[in-house]
């Protein structure tokens, strides 16, 4: 497995997984700290989908979910599985059932 590749996939599920947290914040009226952890976890997205091309043609709906902002509510989660499934795949073991 190509280690470079795997930590790029293990930082993007880092940085989904913000999108969730975000959520949670807003669900416990913290407003201001959920729109910096969206804004953070987006900017990070980009500067990953650049620094490592690959990423773009495995998730082609990563940057469409992005610009439409739709990543926010509840593809990140989806986006969260499919990236786990190619980490799972690269170390040649199944996919978490969940």
Same mark, same amino acid.
């Not at 495995?58 to 439409?68: D, H, I, K, M, Y």
């Given at each position: 497995m190509d280690p470079e590749r795997r930590v790029a996939l293990e930082? +993007?599920?880092? +940085?989904?997984?913000?999108?969730?947290?975000?959520?949670?914040?807003? $669900?416990? $009226?913290?407003?201001?700290?959920?729109?910096?952890?969206?804004? $953070?976890?987006?900017? &990070?997205?980009?500067? +990953?989908?650049?620094?490592?091309?690959?990423?773009?043609?495995?998730?082609?709906?990563? &940057?469409?979910?992005?610009?439409?902002?739709?990543?926010?509510?509840?593809?990140?989660?989806? +986006?969260? $599985?499919?990236?786990?499934?190619?980490?799972g795949s690269l170390r040649g073991t199944p996919p978490r059932s &969940?």
């Amino acid at each position: 497995m190509d280690p470079e590749r795997r930590v790029a996939l293990e930082e +993007l599920v880092g +940085l989904l997984w913000k999108f969730g947290t975000a959520n949670d914040a807003q $669900d416990h $009226d913290c407003g201001p700290e959920a729109v910096a952890l969206r804004r $953070d976890a987006a900017a &990070g997205i980009r500067a +990953l989908m650049g620094k490592h091309p690959f990423i773009a043609g495995l998730f082609p709906g990563l &940057g469409p979910a992005l610009e439409s902002r739709g990543i926010e509510a509840c593809s990140w989660s989806t +986006l969260v $599985d499919a990236v786990e499934a190619e980490l799972g795949s690269l170390r040649g073991t199944p996919p978490r059932s &969940g």
